[in-house]
């Protein structure tokens, strides 16, 4: 048996995760090194972009760095471990399961400030 | 002190309930009514029935005549469409007052509602609506993506009624606009004379193989959720009674709706995603008395901590009440610590209609057990070789009731051999196991089949393992429920791979995504795990149950028929 996470391979495109030119963005796939080159403001707009095309079925809503996406019901309790797993790929950071709270995961804002605190 | 349950179960008739309802046998019998015309009849017109409060500060009160109009008014839009009796018409919307209102206007028009979770992906909704023959569907924008993708394969679905249309959108192929504040409200309706065994709900339910199966119920369903609603959750006039469920599954229906608006009791919906300290400043904010809610989101409020609690003025809680799965002993301490009272745990089905074990209140309470059967309820556990009811106490059977009670489910829609088949030796089969102490109180030990049971929704191996194979990159799988501290169970998938693909993070996320869109968040794989080849018979089935055993480690038990390399 393999365990998934063993390998970190970009083998199956995220082509429905995004249409990145409806939202003004292009580097959403990119599989970059972010621990060096990618900067706070990047990193809001990188996990604010996911979270727009992977949860917000509204194309309507206006979701910002500050809108509460568990609380509201934007990003549901089940869901948000796949949001997880999005955030410990991406980042390649392990969040413990006590971190990966409601409240941490309530908006962009805090969602980054808690991957920033397994970055460092 | 008195023993209310004994003396309950001792002098237990149905007529208790139909009296109060004042239902003759071979009357009309109508939920819609009950819920709303009666009790405004009954003097309580300008009485709130709805607090409402939905995300970004939207609220909204509804009294019980308000109630009656919406109804009325949502069922003459249907009828004008040419809905009729026993037609389905489906709601797929978040908890809107809509919701609340258009499961009374279905209801009143004598059509069947079809409830469904507003997260289920197309391929949930399609499965339900196909088999349901469903003639309307009754949604918000936001979803309408979902139908609109499924609706060349549903030559039935004719209607589209979106609640919330604005238009800067344009209508497709039979979609139409219905706003409730902006129609006239109608006064004077003709309820259609719905009688006992008139079908009202249809709720769609997961089992180990084949589809979802819808569950008929009856508008005679009233009389269980009337009684129950009144002596389990101890619903008394002045209470302000808030049911966290979502009308998609039956406790937000059965008693979400049904029950506490046939009482007259002035109910709160928070339509918003979990957060403890939303839902205590709710409880506050709306001097909560009655709460019923299930383990899952106990859990969450104990991880939260205690310390926030004592922000808030909880004062208001009169009693608790919890469902969906067992309740550990340890919430129920922590409630008791934390609220001055504990969360009694209570034991029914979709298929059942209503509460059937249960923690009555003033009965002792055992921390950790089901309680026992409600008054006019037959429980037992049998032996599952001879299905005998077992006599000795502590010894694990199967959770059987003895038919009939008024809630009881009539049928799975299109689907009477599986019906047929919950039945044996005269008794209902749950399909759970528990033992039952001395003292008569029941004590849950698990599923009897593979059906996952988390944080109270039940997610069907089957249906998972089927949406994986759609996957392009997986070759087979088998769905197995995993431990978790909080939803109590999880999905976790085995998966193989199809040549040319190489496991790894990204494609576990990606095909977490695929479920999760496809059937719904609760049914979305919390783990993948990649195997070069699944154990199977020498027949060539899945071996579900030793994947499930290694994950909660557990005895593998017979291996005899494992297929070797």
Same mark, same amino acid.
């Given at each position: 048996? @393999?365990?998934?996470?063993?390998?970190?391979?970009?083998?199956?495109?995220?082509?429905?995760?995004?249409?990145?030119?409806?939202?003004?963005?292009?580097?959403?796939?990119?599989?970059?090194?972010?621990?060096?080159?990618?900067?706070?403001?990047?990193?809001?707009?990188?996990?604010?972009?996911?979270?727009?095309?992977?949860?917000?079925?509204?194309?309507?809503?206006?979701?910002?760095?500050?809108?509460?996406?568990?609380?509201?019901?934007?990003?549901?309790?089940?869901?948000?471990?796949?949001?997880?797993?999005?955030?410990?790929?991406?980042?390649?950071?392990?969040?413990?399961?006590?971190?990966?709270?409601?409240?941490?995961?309530?908006?962009?804002?805090?969602?980054?400030?808690?991957?920033? @605190?397994?970055?460092? | 002190?008195?023993?209310?349950?004994?003396?309950?179960?001792?002098?237990?008739?149905?007529?208790?309930?139909?009296?109060?309802?004042?239902?003759?046998?071979?009357?009309?019998?109508?939920?819609?009514?009950?819920?709303?015309?009666?009790?405004?009849?009954?003097?309580?017109?300008?009485?709130?029935?709805?607090?409402?409060?939905?995300?970004?500060?939207?609220?909204?009160?509804?009294?019980?005549?308000?109630?009656?109009?919406?109804?009325?008014?949502?069922?003459?839009?249907?009828?004008?469409?040419?809905?009729?009796?026993?037609?389905?018409?489906?709601?797929?919307?978040?908890?809107?007052?809509?919701?609340?209102?258009?499961?009374?206007?279905?209801?009143?028009?004598?059509?069947?509602?079809?409830?469904?979770?507003?997260?289920?992906?197309?391929?949930?909704?399609?499965?339900?609506?196909?088999?349901?023959?469903?003639?309307?569907?009754?949604?918000?924008?936001?979803?309408?993506?979902?139908?609109?993708?499924?609706?060349?394969?549903?030559?039935?679905?004719?209607?589209?009624?979106?609640?919330?249309?604005?238009?800067?959108?344009?209508?497709?192929?039979?979609?139409?606009?219905?706003?409730?504040?902006?129609?006239?409200?109608?006064?004077?309706?003709?309820?259609?004379?719905?009688?006992?065994?008139?079908?009202?709900?249809?709720?769609?339910?997961?089992?180990?193989?084949?589809?979802?199966?819808?569950?008929?119920?009856?508008?005679?369903?009233?009389?269980?959720?009337?009684?129950?609603?009144?002596?389990?959750?101890?619903?008394?006039?002045?209470?302000?009674?808030?049911?966290?469920?979502?009308?998609?599954?039956?406790?937000?229906?059965?008693?979400?709706?049904?029950?506490?608006?046939?009482?007259?009791?002035?109910?709160?919906?928070?339509?918003?995603?979990?957060?403890?300290?939303?839902?205590?400043?709710?409880?506050?904010?709306?001097?909560?008395?009655?709460?019923?809610?299930?383990?899952?989101?106990?859990?969450?409020?104990?991880?939260?901590?205690?310390?926030?609690?004592?922000?808030?003025?909880?004062?208001?809680?009169?009693?608790?009440?919890?469902?969906?799965?067992?309740?550990?002993?340890?919430?129920?301490?922590?409630?008791?610590?934390?609220?001055?009272?504990?969360?009694?745990?209570?034991?029914?089905?979709?298929?059942?209609?209503?509460?059937?074990?249960?923690?009555?209140?003033?009965?002792?309470?055992?921390?950790?057990?089901?309680?026992?059967?409600?008054?006019?309820?037959?429980?037992?556990?049998?032996?599952?070789?001879?299905?005998?009811?077992?006599?000795?106490?502590?010894?694990?059977?199967?959770?059987?009731?003895?038919?009939?009670?008024?809630?009881?489910?009539?049928?799975?829609?299109?689907?009477?051999?599986?019906?047929?088949?919950?039945?044996?030796?005269?008794?209902?089969?749950?399909?759970?196991?528990?033992?039952?102490?001395?003292?008569?109180?029941?004590?849950?030990?698990?599923?009897?089949?593979?059906?996952?049971?988390?944080?109270?929704?039940?997610?069907?191996?089957?249906?998972?393992?089927?949406?994986?194979?759609?996957?392009?990159?997986?070759?087979?799988?088998?769905?197995?429920?995993?431990?978790?501290?909080?939803?109590?169970?999880?999905?976790?998938?085995?998966?193989?791979?199809?040549?040319?693909?190489?496991?790894?993070?990204?494609?576990?996320?990606?095909?977490?995504?695929?479920?999760?869109?496809?059937?719904?968040?609760?049914?979305?794989?919390?783990?993948?795990?990649?195997?070069?080849?699944?154990?199977?018979?020498?027949?060539?089935?899945?071996?579900?149950?030793?994947?499930?055993?290694?994950?909660?480690?557990?005895?593998?038990?017979?291996?005899?028929?494992?297929?070797?390399?």
């Amino acid at each position: 048996m @393999q365990k998934s996470g063993a390998r970190r391979l970009e083998i199956f495109p995220h082509s429905k995760m995004i249409n990145p030119l409806k939202k003004g963005f292009v580097y959403f796939n990119l599989n970059i090194n972010f621990m060096e080159k990618i900067n706070l403001e990047e990193m809001k707009d990188l996990v604010l972009n996911y979270v727009i095309s992977e949860y917000i079925e509204d194309e309507d809503e206006k979701i910002t760095y500050d809108t509460p996406l568990i609380s509201s019901g934007y990003v549901d309790s089940f869901s948000m471990v796949s949001l997880l797993v999005f955030l410990e790929n991406k980042f390649k950071i392990k969040i413990p399961p006590s971190k990966a709270t409601p409240d941490a995961f309530d908006s962009v804002n805090s969602i980054v400030s808690l991957v920033n @605190q397994y970055l460092k | 002190m008195k023993d209310i349950y004994k003396e309950h179960y001792k002098n237990f008739e149905w007529s208790i309930s139909e009296e109060e309802l004042e239902f003759k046998k071979g009357n009309i019998i109508n939920i819609g009514w009950y819920c709303s015309d009666r009790i405004c009849l009954k003097g309580k017109a300008d009485k709130i029935a709805l607090n409402y409060e939905g995300f970004g500060g939207i609220k909204r009160k509804y009294t019980f005549n308000d109630v009656r109009l919406a109804g009325n008014t949502i069922g003459t839009f249907l009828r004008n469409l040419g809905i009729k009796n026993e037609d389905r018409v489906c709601l797929f919307m978040d908890r809107i007052p809509e919701l609340y209102f258009s499961f009374l206007g279905i209801l009143k028009i004598g059509a069947i509602v079809q409830p469904l979770f507003s997260a289920f992906g197309d391929e949930s909704l399609y499965v339900r609506l196909e088999n349901a023959q469903t003639r309307a569907i009754i949604t918000q924008r936001k979803h309408l993506f979902k139908v609109r993708k499924i609706l060349d394969r549903l030559p039935h679905l004719e209607f589209i009624i979106i609640v919330d249309h604005v238009n800067t959108k344009s209508l497709e192929n039979k979609e139409l606009e219905f706003k409730l504040e902006e129609s006239l409200p109608i006064e004077n309706f003709d309820i259609f004379p719905t009688t006992a065994e008139s079908p009202s709900v249809l709720h769609y339910t997961s089992g180990t193989t084949g589809q979802p199966k819808g569950v008929k119920h009856v508008h005679y369903s009233l009389i269980s959720q009337y009684l129950t609603a009144k002596w389990v959750l101890d619903l008394r006039d002045d209470d302000i009674y808030w049911c966290t469920a979502d009308p998609g599954w039956v406790t937000g229906t059965s008693y979400g709706i049904i029950g506490p608006w046939s009482l007259g009791i002035t109910q709160c919906v928070l339509d918003a995603g979990f957060s403890a300290q939303a839902w205590y400043r709710f409880i506050e904010k709306y001097r909560v008395t009655m709460w019923y809610s299930a383990p899952t989101a106990i859990r969450s409020l104990m991880k939260a901590g205690d310390e926030i609690i004592k922000d808030f003025d909880l004062a208001s809680l009169r009693h608790l009440a919890s469902v969906g799965e067992p309740l550990n002993p340890e919430a129920v301490i922590w409630s008791e610590k934390v609220f001055g009272k504990p969360f009694l745990d209570t034991f029914w089905q979709t298929e059942t209609g209503s509460i059937m074990i249960t923690n009555f209140p003033g009965m002792k309470v055992k921390p950790g057990s089901m309680g026992k059967p409600f008054p006019g309820i037959t429980g037992v556990v049998l032996d599952p070789k001879t299905y005998e009811p077992l006599k000795e106490s502590g010894k694990i059977g199967l959770i059987a009731f003895k038919p009939d009670w008024p809630s009881m489910m009539r049928t799975y829609w299109n689907n009477e051999e599986k019906y047929r088949e919950k039945f044996v030796n005269g008794w209902y089969l749950s399909g759970d196991r528990a033992s039952i102490d001395n003292e008569g109180y029941f004590w849950f030990v698990g599923r009897d089949d593979d059906v996952i049971n988390t944080g109270g929704h039940l997610i069907s191996p089957f249906e998972v393992e089927s949406v994986l194979l759609e996957h392009p990159a997986v070759g087979e799988s088998a769905v197995v429920s995993k431990p978790d501290e909080v939803n109590m169970e999880v999905v976790k998938a085995f998966i193989t791979l199809k040549p040319g693909f190489i496991p790894g993070p990204d494609l576990e996320l990606e095909i977490m995504n695929f479920i999760r869109k496809k059937l719904s968040p609760v049914a979305m794989p919390q783990d993948i795990e990649y195997m070069d080849k699944l154990p199977k018979t020498r027949s060539g089935k899945i071996m579900r149950r030793l994947l499930h055993a290694k994950e909660w480690g557990e005895e593998i038990g017979d291996i005899s028929t494992l297929e070797n390399d």
